[in-house]
């Protein structure tokens, strides 16, 4: 970290924590008797996903795609693709994708358009964070954690050129 970036906390890791709880809760109700997917996208949601699923205690299944967008830095290329599939098919089945943030929405809109293809019994969308302010294209988030102003964010799995994945709050990337 150079002497000019500072970070501000804008949800602390108790924010966060209690967050991911309610959307356990939400998610609990309707899929418990599913035995739904969860989709991962890598790398950013990782940490989500892990603290998310201590709290869903009933039978699931993980999945992760890794897919590439955002080239280094901060601006979205806007082209996405694949870097690492699914391992396992998911046709007829509840899939439910895991994101960290929704910005522009071409990343998750390109996934979502990629898996529906599949023939899922049924898809949807839990984002912990989004950013309205920044959308390119329309999406519907099934479960949404928080919405964010539009600043860079780092912290929780969210990353800035990789780095701050490991920061356990979400941060404001003030330069
Ligand atoms: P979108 O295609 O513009 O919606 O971008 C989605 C992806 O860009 C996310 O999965 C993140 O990896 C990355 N991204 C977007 N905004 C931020 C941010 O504020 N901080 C870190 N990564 C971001
Ligand atoms: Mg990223």
Redesign the pocket.
């Known amino acids: 970290m150079d002497s000019q970036t500072k970070l501000r906390v804008l949800f602390s890791r108790g924010e966060i924590e209690a967050t991911v709880k309610k959307l356990a809760d939400e998610i609990r109700k309707d899929y418990q008797a599913k035995h739904p997917l969860l989709i991962g996208?890598l790398k950013?949601s990782f940490m989500f996903m892990a603290d998310l699923i201590r709290h869903l205690d009933f039978p699931l299944e993980l999945e992760f795609i890794r897919l590439s967008?955002?080239g280094r830095g901060?601006e979205?290329s806007g082209k996405?693709k694949v870097v690492q599939g699914l391992h396992s098919p998911i046709k007829a089945r509840e899939v439910l994708v895991i994101?960290?943030?929704?910005?522009?929405?071409?990343?998750?809109s390109f996934l979502l358009d990629y898996l529906q293809k599949k023939q899922p019994a049924s898809l949807k969308l839990c984002a912990l964070t989004d950013?309205p302010s920044?959308r390119?294209v329309p999406i519907n988030i099934d479960y949404l954690g928080f919405t964010?102003p539009d600043?860079?964010?780092?912290g929780y799995g969210?990353?800035?050129d990789e780095k701050f994945r490991n920061l356990p709050d979400i941060c404001i990337l003030e330069e």
Request: aromatic fraction near 10%; charge should be neutral.
């Open positions: 996208i950013g967008s955002y901060r979205s996405v994101e960290d943030i929704v910005d522009t929405g071409l990343t998750i950013k920044r390119q964010v600043k860079f964010l780092v969210l990353d800035w």
